[in-house]
């Protein structure tokens, strides 16, 4: 078998390099730059060239290699190269194939297209692992356009009210999707994380206020917050008050998520494949062995062996996928500040 | 029906009262008065029977959603709800036909007595025309699941502030039994009506947990004081030559109490009587144990009334020589409940005593008397105070004594429901026996979300062993169980079953090895006996 899954991570022995490993490492494939996938500590990194600039700024000072999509590179033997995963910017599936054995590491992954992040591709293969977040049939998220349409619908009617809207979501991948939908008049402040993570990818701040101590209520009045969920129930977000507060996650599709932490609005907005999806995704790669990793794992699993006959098997990792009550994966440095 | 989800949906997403009653305002205002009167009874928890048995709805939601079984009970268990799985898993569809709340609610009780073929092909075709939010509501209407975060009083406030009437008069005409499907909306809620119910109760007055100090109610000489008593509040209402018993919850319980039947001769027409029932032998209060077995029963033997005889210990009157006489002031209604009492000198009909004490610093003596008489604490009442509609601060406090507390270690949890769904929420604890943990209870709430997550982050992260939606966990989380009574339990594998268990705190000082034993709480429980 070419891949192994070890305690130190996913491990290619014949090019012997990590796939997102959760302890320090030689080489280490990163296959996007969210916390649980991209950990301080490796020797070498090696990743897409748009995860450069947050890999960096997250990471602080690491010794990088990048690829394009579709670019190969040969370590011994074994064909490596990156293929979009969609998930956020820069994320990627990594295929690796040595004599005739193919296999496609996907890391996090979404299927419907955001609008801003470069869509999925399917890779056949042999052999694929598959993350399974929302591996449970109760997951169909809608369209991008009808979610955003519900945004900017709530942001009007908070504002005809004379309130603020503050939107909770990860600075890294859900926070450029909100920014990217919002179709609005409003001033639109950003919570600092968001706007250093903006700055960090190179997405146009010139029309975003950053937060910083000296921030006057007058300058919204009403507005637009977008911000971390690190700030939920802190005193940082009593300033903008009155203001409705919304979440976007996968998970707002449950109304229990959603009462659970006193959302005003859920928005079912996420950056993983739902049900259909990771279905579709699976039948895409052709693979016969599917090996099943964070989320709902031995149901998706028991699924993929009964429906579709595959011989699909659960793998225990570190991955976090998206956190429902937590934003563990965005437990970095920069929240701090 | 959209008009109906569109109010359910807007009441859902905010916790705020105001913003509730404007919500409710503005529907009853633009809705027809047949919805209405149903809109009133769903809110006010007036649910027609579950046409269609739980099991018949999983299996249908199964087959309409085209996946197996095992996995429509893994999405139950994740979702917590079942209305809301099968809104979630049930393909959606282009067509929307609309129907109103009324028609809706009219052919769930017409369903009631259909074939099961009829029923599969009813709710498979509004399963079909239905949006998700939509589905959501009729799936809880269905389930007989379907409640609003909403309080009585503010719906009182919304009817008041839409139709224009006193909402101390909505309180009381919306108290009882009444039908939607036969009520006229006008009927319903205004006070001109002739047609008045000879069984209906008044709104009970609630008292608060006493949390302001003494020096902010004034002097002691101004206020009754009572015990308060373990047992079933309750209305005796005597009209019409007829008995009727009234529940706190609004459950007619006249052919439970059926000791109190002869009163239709013993007290005179137009009195309704506000006490507790309680279960009392050989002058003493029994258990609340007692109760409950005479409320589990569904026949009453010649035995049970008995053995479990019940008396009701009056504090109130409410309705005297016909007349609503609430507006009278307290120490006015006591005198004539005294007089009443005095006179009709029947065992079934005990005046609750008044307490003597002169100054607030005395009082606490006389409240921990409450356990070794079977109460749970004293109630503290202005004598000036009018008989209020529902639960209110200031002229009327409840002052109960502090429960019992025991430390244990969670041993299993499972995951909640409604707004805990998907975090594990329900634990079950156990206790030191002789060297090992044995289960004793269960108890749901006491912790702050904050904690709620901690725990089920711990929880996820050291389980033992899954069997379905339960988990056992490493013994070694210790809380602090607060409990109001003890009682022998054949039933439960510990021999003892703990009333009204909740958690008082988590208690990260102490381990596993430091809490009670099963020793501990029998001797407890010997005490108490």
């Not at chain 1, 932490?261 to 494949?273: C, I, L, W």
């Not at chain 1, 599917?290 to 595959?310: A, C, D, P, Q």
Request: net charge neutral; with cysteine.
């Amino acid at each position: 078998m070419l891949i192994q899954f070890t305690n130190n991570g996913i491990y290619c022995r014949q090019a012997d390099v990590y796939i997102d490993p959760w302890k320090p490492v030689n080489k280490a494939i990163i296959t996007h730059a969210h916390s649980d996938h991209a950990r301080t500590g490796n020797k070498y990194y090696l990743a897409h060239k748009n995860s450069e600039s947050i890999l960096r700024y997250r990471l602080g000072n690491i010794v990088l290699q990048t690829l394009n999509y579709y670019e190969t590179i040969n370590i011994n033997g074994v064909t490596i190269s990156l293929h979009p995963a969609g998930h956020v910017i820069g994320s990627a599936q990594v295929r690796l194939e040595y004599k005739g054995e193919i296999w496609v590491v996907s890391g996090d992954y979404k299927v419907k297209n955001d609008g801003y992040t470069i869509p999925f591709e399917p890779v056949k293969c042999q052999h694929f692992i598959t993350e399974s977040t929302f591996g449970l049939p109760i997951y169909n998220f809608p369209q991008a356009e009808e979610v955003n349409l519900q945004l900017n619908n709530w942001v009007e009617e908070n504002a005809a009210r004379g309130l603020n809207s503050v939107i909770i979501g990860y600075a890294l991948g859900k926070a450029q999707r909100i920014l990217t939908g919002l179709k609005t008049d409003q001033p639109v402040l950003l919570h600092s994380t968001i706007y250093n993570t903006n700055e960090a990818l190179g997405f146009d701040n010139s029309r975003y206020i950053k937060f910083t101590p000296e921030f006057k209520k007058e300058t919204l009045n009403p507005g637009i917050v977008v911000a971390t969920g690190s700030v939920v129930g802190s005193p940082w977000l009593r300033r903008f008050d009155p203001y409705k507060l919304a979440f976007c996650s996968g998970w707002m599709q449950l109304r229990g998520a959603r009462r659970r932490r006193n959302a005003d609005k859920g928005f079912v907005m996420s950056d993983h494949a739902d049900w259909n999806g990771l279905n579709e995704a699976v039948l895409a790669t052709s693979a016969e062995n599917i090996y099943v990793t964070h989320g709902y794992k031995s149901v998706y699993s028991k699924w993929l062996r009964e429906h579709y006959k595959l011989n699909a098997v659960e793998v225990e990792t570190l991955f976090e996928g998206e956190g429902i009550e937590n934003d563990s994966s965005e437990n970095v440095k920069e929240e701090k500040e | 029906m959209k008009a109906f989800t569109e109010l359910y949906s807007a009441l859902d997403q905010t916790t705020k009262t105001n913003e509730k009653v404007n919500v409710m305002v503005n529907y009853f205002n633009h809705i027809n008065s047949k919805d209405a009167i149903w809109a009133i009874a769903l809110l006010t928890g007036r649910r027609p029977k579950r046409p269609i048995k739980t099991t018949d709805m999983k299996a249908w939601a199964t087959e309409l959603a085209g996946i197996p079984y095992w996995l429509f009970e893994d999405s139950y268990d994740v979702v917590g709800d079942l209305a809301e799985t099968i809104s979630l898993l049930i393909p959606l569809s282009e067509s929307n036909v609309e129907k109103s709340l009324s028609e809706v609610m009219e052919e769930i009780i017409l369903i009631q007595s259909k074939t099961e073929e009829e029923k599969k092909q009813w709710l498979f075709s509004f399963w079909n025309s239905f949006s998700k939010d939509e589905l959501f509501v009729f799936n809880k209407l269905i389930t007989g699941s379907f409640r609003v975060g909403v309080s009585q009083q503010l719906i009182f406030k919304a009817l008041s502030k839409t139709y224009s009437i006193d909402d101390k008069v909505i309180a009381h005409k919306l108290m009882g039994a009444w039908l939607p499907q036969t009520s006229e909306l006008r009927e319903l809620l205004s006070d001109e009506s002739s047609s008045f119910d000879d069984s209906k109760p008044y709104p009970f007055y609630l008292a608060y947990q006493l949390d302001v100090p003494f020096t902010d109610i004034g002097s002691i000489v101004d206020w009754q004081i009572e015990r308060k008593y373990d047992g079933i509040r309750g209305q005796i209402i005597v009209r019409n030559n007829s008995v009727h018993i009234w529940s706190r919850g609004e459950e007619l319980m006249t052919d439970k109490f059926i000791e109190f039947m002869p009163l239709k001769n013993i007290l005179p027409n137009g009195t309704v009587l506000d006490g507790e029932i309680l279960p009392f032998k050989d002058k003493k209060i029994m258990s609340f144990n007692e109760m409950q077995k005479r409320i589990g029963r569904k026949n009453v033997s010649k035995k049970t009334l008995n053995d479990i005889p019940l008396c009701m210990m009056c504090y109130d009157l409410l309705e005297y020589n016909g007349k609503d006489i609430r507006q009278l002031a307290l120490i006015a209604r006591r005198k004539l409940l005294e007089e009443l009492i005095t006179e009709t000198n029947n065992p079934l009909l005990k005046l609750s005593p008044l307490l003597d004490c002169n100054a607030w610093e005395n009082l606490d003596t006389l409240r921990n008397e409450s356990k070794l008489l079977g109460c749970e604490g004293l109630m503290l009442k202005q004598k000036d105070s009018i008989y209020e509609t529902g639960r209110r601060r200031g002229k009327w406090w409840k002052w109960k004594v502090d429960p019992y507390t025991v430390d244990a270690v969670l041993i299993y949890a499972q995951s909640g429901h409604g707004r805990r769904a998907n975090l594990y929420t329900d634990y079950t604890f156990a206790i030191w026996d002789n060297g090992e943990l044995v289960p004793f209870t269960k108890a749901y709430s006491g912790l702050t979300d904050k904690e709620l997550i901690e725990v089920d982050n711990w929880i996820k992260k050291n389980t033992i062993e899954k069997f379905g939606p339960v988990r056992s966990v490493k013994a070694e989380l210790v809380f602090e169980i607060a409990f109001e009574g003890i009682n022998a339990s054949s039933r439960h594998k510990s021999g003892i079953a703990l009333r009204f268990p909740r958690i008082l705190r988590w208690r990260k000082d102490k381990k596993k090895e430091e809490i009670n034993t099963k020793e501990d709480l029998l001797q407890l429980l010997n005490s108490v006996l």
